[in-house]
């Protein structure tokens, strides 16, 4: 396939042959295959292919952008999976494939589909047999307790390699299903360095001496016990007289009951959906960033393993992350010194007035390019060429 130097810099690739292919797989293509496109046309100064396999939205439809990255996007027939994911094969040749979920029925499909001639890594963003709740608003029971589960095992176990959003999925799969994890790494959901903001705008608590948490991303009201239904957190964080400012998703602007909140409490401001580069920047005015889940006992597992793209997002603009204890989450934030973890609001209002969130402030600006995709790419690069070394060898 390639040969990466060996050296920090992955922008410098020798190609042996011939322009590498990667097939991208997923049901609904999202932010994170978005960030490994960028990242793997970076690293080889373009000269790479990439096509994208998927079955609802193009990212452009959903985003407003992300199309152009990619050289090609085929749709599947949701009736004729395996069928069209073998023409893809045919027709792009790939050197690997790299499947992302949720849910995993396509990289169930494709290791059918291409039987072994081609490397498939399954890519788990979730794990969706630690959820009690349907991924889809339409998921009955036994999709979440049957049918999930079972496409999660044969995905991993089938698989010739896999890579973990967090430390935490890993360590639950390595444990629950038969794998080897000589052919696993974790690759978390990083920032693209594009989208770092060059200036940081002024805080709008130096103009008015109050604090003021921002939190973009999915909310709900629709979904019963849902992690995403914040409602009661963030009149809790409005309670103690601080501002909690939200950007939704473009899925969450459906969604009227923040809205209508918004209207109904001055603490908490609406403003509605932005494209990410015009959200990293208009984010850097606040003072931190809100990362925590609504926690119940159906989702705690889940809930536990992950670690969400806002997270790096945060500390992209400057924002120390506030989240409950997480475990995943809680982990990352305090190795790396770039937030705060508390377990209940009135602990988070106490905390957030102590001379101490000055010093976490500043890490986390000396941290904004730490946690780049960029910065990080050549691990993926570097376990394709392994996982595709060991599946010829075979």
């Known amino acids: 396939m390639i040969r990466v130097l060996q050296s920090v810099k992955y922008s410098e690739h020798k190609i042996r042959q011939k322009i590498p292919t990667v097939l991208f797989l997923e049901p609904q293509p999202c932010i994170r295959a978005l960030k490994y496109a960028k990242g793997l046309k970076w690293a080889f100064k373009g000269k790479i292919h990439i096509i994208f396999g998927y079955l609802y939205y193009t990212l452009s439809e959903l985003y407003g952008h992300g199309n152009e990255v990619f050289d090609k996007l085929v749709r599947l027939n949701q009736n004729n999976v395996r069928g069209d994911i073998e023409k893809l094969v045919d027709t792009t040749n790939p050197s690997i494939i790299h499947s992302h979920n949720a849910p995993d029925a396509l990289t169930v499909a494709a290791v059918e589909a291409v039987e072994r001639e081609v490397p498939v890594i399954h890519d788990s963003h979730e794990a969706l047999s630690l959820r009690k709740t349907g991924y889809y608003a ?19 176990e089938k698989s010739d390699g896999r890579i973990y959003v967090t430390e935490g999925i890993r360590d639950y799969i390595q444990q629950r299903y038969s794998v080897d994890p000589s052919k696993d790494i974790v690759f978390y959901s990083y920032v693209c360095e594009s989208l770092v903001p060059s200036r940081l705008r002024k805080r709008l608590s130096e103009k008015d001496g109050q604090i003021h948490i921002v939190y973009i991303g999915t909310v709900t009201s629709l979904i019963e016990d849902s992690h995403y239904d914040l409602r009661e957190i963030f009149r809790e964080i409005a309670a103690h007289n601080i501002h909690l400012h939200m950007y939704v998703s473009i899925w969450g602007t459906r969604d009227k009951a923040y809205q209508r909140m918004a209207e109904d409490n001055e603490f ?11 959200l990293l920047d208009r984010i850097t005015q606040y003072d931190y960033g809100w990362a925590g889940f609504n926690t119940n006992d159906k989702n705690i597992s889940h809930l536990d393993v992950v670690l969400p793209n806002k997270a790096f997002e945060y500390v992209a603009c400057g924002l120390p992350i506030l989240a409950f204890p997480h475990k995943t989450l809680k982990r990352f934030i305090e190795r790396n010194m770039v937030g705060l973890v508390f377990d209940d609001i009135d602990e988070m209002a106490s905390k957030l007035k102590e001379d101490e969130m000055e010093s976490i402030t500043n890490r986390v600006l000396d941290s904004r390019h730490k946690f780049t995709v960029e910065a990080n790419i050549g691990k993926v690069i570097q376990h394709y060429e392994r996982i595709r070394a060991r599946c010829l060898g075979r």
């Open 268 to 278: 908490i401001h609406y403003h509605g959906h932005l494209d990410q580069r015009t």
């Open 138 to 156: 339409s998921d009955d029971e036994k999709k979440v307790l049957e049918e999930y589960p079972s496409q999660e095992k044969l995905a991993n």
